[in-house]
């Protein structure tokens, strides 16, 4: 079992940057790879980027790149997500989940991942 807490969200200007943290706890954090996802309201949940075990693999969204990178620090079971460049179209919930699929993965299916934190809304002003 592995519990996540994200935490960072709030309100910001277009143009702006946030950092979003998404903290682990229970089983080892590091043997994980993880993802941040997004959901605006009357929307589906939608893929924003991936991190493997690592940190040495990363992928993203188009919506995203050259805007977002997520990092992350396995000695502090920590993932990160840095927003710079917000636009108003960001403005949504932002999970973190634990990549969970054996096999094949797409990495951007919200169904691939599980124990999903309880989200940290991130609202951008225009």
């Known amino acids: 079992q592995v519990q996540l807490v994200e935490s960072g969200g709030g309100l910001v200007q277009a143009g702006g940057s946030l950092r979003l943290s998404c903290a682990a706890s229970g089983r080892t954090h590091s043997t994980y790879s993880m993802g941040w996802f997004r959901q605006a309201p009357g929307k589906e949940r939608e893929f924003v980027g991936f991190i493997s075990t690592n940190g040495v693999s990363t992928s993203y969204a188009d919506s995203v790149k050259g805007r977002f990178t997520i990092s992350r620090d396995n000695a502090k079971n920590t993932v990160y997500l840095q927003m710079n460049s917000l636009k108003p179209e960001d403005t949504a919930v932002y999970y973190c989940?634990?990549?969970?699929?054996?096999?094949?993965?797409?990495?951007?299916?919200?169904?691939?991942?599980?124990?999903w934190g309880q989200g940290t809304q991130v609202t951008v002003s225009s």
């Open positions: 989940a634990v990549l969970a699929c054996a096999g094949y993965c797409t990495r951007t299916n919200a169904a691939e991942y599980r124990y």
